[in-house]
């Protein structure tokens, strides 16, 4: 995604260790009409996934997430990472390693949200280590939904996500993918 | 707002003391269309103030000033509650009390997403006590620009925060105003 791409170098920051800055288009600021485009490619590459509800992380995913639900027309669940009080009845919980927090987050879905046999989407911001990811799969999983994409933003293809992945034997999809950020502070992509 | 006033009577549940819970359509599942219409009534109510950005917080606030956006072509910013490692440089800093997770949060936001003279939009999911709305209306002071507006999808009529939020002296915006939630479980909208 050409635009994406642009984007990522005119405003993107490499801090270092593998730590992308992009807080204004995705993380801290939203572009709204960028995030548009985005889910329309995320809906043009998933077409025929007869899609039915995506999954999605809070905080940063929510964006792509409700773009991509807004073209698709299906509805858009946010894990949580807090129980809110509004936030009665079973759910699914899974915790996960922060990458950009330290420590670890707890992702929370009620069980009201996903439903057994209906096809999930599972799209997120970053696929980096593909942790995160994947415990938003295990919760489509524990619900008894099909899981029939997965998909991410931007990825970081040196930490070792797609591996990760790779034995849910779904399409993965994302916008752009990172194959390596240099000491000296450059953003180098693999397509 | 008729549509979301009729899906709050069929999918909202009144908790008791006060609290709301529409996690079908706002606070973990979204209605991507549903929020685009809310996007389009708050862009037609604040068609006149020449909107240059839109100030949230994360998380709820995020889908409803993201439609909003779209639909103005603006930026969104949403303050973060806690600081990722990809937040560097001077941010504005409040601290408001939580309403529906109890405690405090902390809002931040990066001082490069809130510029001098510019017009901003507070815009957030509920206006209850007025008091998680009040912190972004600072940091809009604080930034020195101009607050033009301020919206909210929810409106609890009995928590004081239209009062409070009386003296900034800008158009205040609802989607609907609930003016009751009984003990005995109904929802009552003041329009």
Not at 25 to 30: T, V
Request: aromatic share 6%; hydrophobic share 45%.
């Amino acid at each position: 995604m050409d635009e994406l791409k642009a984007r990522i170098l005119a405003e993107g920051q490499n801090l270092g260790h593998g730590i992308l800055k992009i807080d204004s288009i995705l993380n801290h600021q939203m572009d709204p009409l960028l995030m548009k485009h985005m889910g329309e490619e995320f809906a043009r590459r998933f077409a025929d996934k007869h899609v039915q509800r995506i999954l999605t992380a809070e905080v940063s995913g929510i964006g792509p997430a409700l773009m991509t639900g807004l073209v698709m027309n299906v509805p858009v669940v946010y894990a949580r990472k807090q129980k809110p009080l509004t936030m009665s009845g079973p759910v699914y919980l899974e915790v996960a390693p922060s990458h950009t927090k330290g420590g670890e987050v707890l992702l929370l879905v009620s069980a009201e949200f996903l439903h057994a046999g209906e096809n999930v989407l599972v799209l997120d911001d970053f696929l980096a280590s593909g942790q995160t990811i994947e415990k938003l799969v295990r919760m489509v999983y524990s619900a008894k939904a099909n899981l029939v994409g997965i998909a991410a933003v931007i990825e970081k293809l040196f930490e070792g996500g797609r591996e990760r992945m790779a034995k849910y034997g779904v399409p993965i999809e994302v916008l752009v993918s990172i194959s390596e950020m240099t000491d000296d502070g450059r953003i180098i992509f693999a397509n």
